[in-house]
């Protein structure tokens, strides 16, 4: 009974050192880091390739919502194109994973263009309405760099 209490009591404390967030970034990084991010979406709304080329990394990366990977051209050639007609960017937070790294995740909701649904549709995709977006920023040469992204998409769990 006794092992079986000490058990237990191991398995709560290791699941309560996991469940703890990671702390938060200071607030002038954390909304520098964010304002970042943002400026990512606005860049591809605005079909605004050079500013998005100077945000992101010479090797950067991405996974999609299908789970594909993602390269820096592929993203540039989407601004180019007008992928991304419209979007919503809410629920911001930046945590610093190091002094050279900082994770800003936060929730989206896009509005693609025509052209970019019927490319989705063409391959079987459809695009989610929300999205969880995690955006890796690193410090390269003095400046901070958009190194990797991850979209999940945000689904009712039944």
Do not use: H
Request: hydrophobic share 45%; aromatic share 10%.
């Amino acid at each position: 009974m006794k092992s079986f209490a000490l058990l237990a009591s191991v398995m709560i404390f290791c699941a309560a050192s996991f469940a703890q967030a990671p702390p938060q970034a200071n607030d002038a990084d954390a909304q520098a880091m964010i304002a970042k991010s943002k400026s990512v979406l606005e860049a591809m709304k605005a079909k605004d390739a050079a500013t998005l080329n100077g945000l992101l990394a010479n090797d950067f990366r991405s996974v999609d919502i299908a789970g594909d990977f993602g390269s820096r051209e592929g993203i540039l050639g989407a601004a180019q194109g007008g992928f991304l007609k419209d979007f919503l960017f809410y629920n911001p937070q930046a945590f610093r994973i190091d002094n050279d790294s900082v994770l800003v995740s936060y929730n989206s909701s896009v509005v693609l263009s025509d052209t970019a649904l019927k490319e989705l549709a063409d391959d079987n995709l459809t695009w989610p309405r929300y999205s969880r977006v995690s955006d890796l920023w690193v410090q390269q040469g003095g400046d901070w760099k958009l190194k990797f992204e991850q979209v999940t998409p945000v689904r009712a769990m039944y």
